[in-house]
């Protein structure tokens, strides 16, 4: 079975400029959730959806948006870039809306120049 | 706000040389506690799920428990590829929003051959 996959795997992009990463989770996973990590630190929600409802956003400007799809894929916007955006960004999928087991994909790195 | 501290940050044990993680917590009621672990690089790997205190999970080589104040990874007899960063990540309970996974910084385990 495949696990949680995400594209691309790495980018490097240019400050005030937009990125759009996807994650596809496990076959009849239902939630997916984004959490971004810097480097040295511990994941970062920003944000779950399940059926296709945003069920939790995190910390995080308006800069960051996300959606889910029928099919329960899902991408993370991310608006006017900052360096300060440049981290580990994570995708995680769960068969049930409370992420009892939480499978994360192997993440984006992105980097803001 | 939950709050997730481990220690300590980083641990080198020689190969066979046994010992624990510490995970504390505070949270207005805790749900669950998980244990991830991270190779450089990569997307967290999911270990164990605790729920109430008292409650014990075993893996291989380790060994998570839980009291109502604090989670211990016990790691025995390691091998060099049981080099990771750990991670311990708890969740509120039932509630709108409440399922995100609030992280610690991890503990950075390194197992000398």
């Known amino acids: 079975d495949a696990g949680v996959t995400q594209s691309p795997t790495h980018l490097i992009k240019t400050r005030g400029q937009h990125v759009t990463l996807r994650c596809s989770p496990i076959?009849?996973?239902?939630?997916v959730s984004w959490y971004q990590q810097v480097l040295g630190q511990g994941p970062q929600f920003i944000f779950q959806?399940?059926?296709?409802?945003?069920?939790g956003r995190g910390n995080f400007p308006d800069r960051f948006s996300a959606r889910q799809f029928p099919n329960y894929s899902s991408e993370l916007n991310v608006n006017a870039l900052l360096l300060g955006d440049s981290a580990l960004y994570l995708c995680?999928?769960?068969?049930?809306?409370?992420?009892?087991?939480?499978?994360f994909g192997q993440g984006t790195r992105l980097t803001v120049v | 706000e939950d709050q997730v501290t481990q220690s300590p940050e980083a641990l080198r044990l020689q190969e066979g040389e046994s010992s624990s993680l510490n995970c504390s917590y505070t949270?207005?009621?805790?749900?669950?506690l998980f244990w991830y672990r991270q190779d450089p690089g990569k997307g967290p790997e999911f270990l164990f799920t605790?729920?109430?205190?008292?409650e014990e999970k075993e893996k291989e080589r380790l060994k998570a428990t839980l009291t109502k104040k604090e989670s211990f990874l016990h790691i025995t007899a390691p091998k060099p590829e049981d080099s990771a960063t750990y991670l311990c990540?708890?969740?509120?309970?039932w509630g709108f929003g409440n399922e995100k996974l609030t992280f610690g910084t991890g503990t950075r385990l390194t197992i000398i051959p």
């Open positions: 990540a708890v969740q509120a309970p």
């Open positions: 995680a999928s769960s068969a049930d809306r409370m992420n009892t087991e939480a499978f």
């Open positions: 076959s009849g996973h239902k939630s």
């Open positions: 605790l729920y109430s205190a008292g």
């Open positions: 959806y399940y059926e296709k409802e945003e069920r």
């Open positions: 949270v207005s009621g805790l749900r669950g």
